[in-house]
């Protein structure tokens, strides 16, 4: 089965990899890609919040597949040597789009994505990329939710 694990840069999506991989049975997968898309015309950049990496390329398309290529890189290393091909992807176009394209391309048996990994709120992103995808991707999708929060009052 091949697998697609879908990131956008935040922690939510290292933390959906690392969620997949904590149940997931290598040897019943024979693939997995870890995709992330970036938006051509966004004036927002790429989320890189998981490379730890601080250098910057010039110019904002060469920045935001410099800052997806990290992300990709970053959430790869937690699959490095467990056991499937491990395929590193970025494409170019609406994430949820290019996500559900990918599944059909590659003959899916999964995807894995984050709910609330970038966005104003957490329901506006649970209700746009992640929710799209759940919807429209032509296998099983794994939507991995952030941890809630703790108030601010209960934390000590």
């Known amino acids: 089965m091949h697998v697609i694990v879908a990131t956008d840069g935040s922690r939510?999506?290292?933390?959906?990899?690392?969620?997949?991989?904590s149940f997931?049975?290598?040897?019943?997968i024979s693939d997995v890609s870890v995709l992330a898309v970036i938006r051509p015309l966004s004036s927002v950049a790429f989320a890189d919040e998981i490379?730890?990496?601080?250098?910057?390329?010039?110019?904002?398309?060469h920045s935001f597949r410099a800052e997806a290529e990290a992300a990709v890189r970053k959430v790869a290393e937690?699959?490095?040597?467990?056991?499937?091909?491990?395929?590193?992807?970025?494409?170019?176009?609406?994430?949820?789009?290019?996500?559900?394209?990918a599944a059909k391309q590659l003959d899916a048996?999964?995807?894995?994505?984050a709910a609330?990994?970038?966005?104003?709120?957490?329901?506006?992103?649970?209700?746009?990329?992640?929710?799209?995808?759940q919807n429209y991707a032509p296998c099983p999708v794994l939507v991995v939710r952030p941890k809630p929060r703790k108030p601010a009052h209960l934390k000590k």
């Open 109 to 113: 048996g999964l995807v894995v994505v």
């Open 116 to 133: 609330g990994g970038r966005g104003l709120s957490e329901s506006v992103l649970i209700g746009s990329t992640a929710q799209r995808v």
């Open 12 to 21: 939510q999506s290292l933390q959906a990899a690392r969620t997949f991989k």
């Open 78 to 101: 937690e699959f490095d040597g467990w056991g499937p091909a491990l395929h590193r992807r970025i494409r170019s176009g609406s994430p949820a789009n290019e996500i559900i394209k």
């Open 51 to 61: 490379s730890g990496s601080s250098a910057k390329v010039t110019g904002p398309e």
């Open 24 to 28: 997931a049975d290598p040897h019943r």
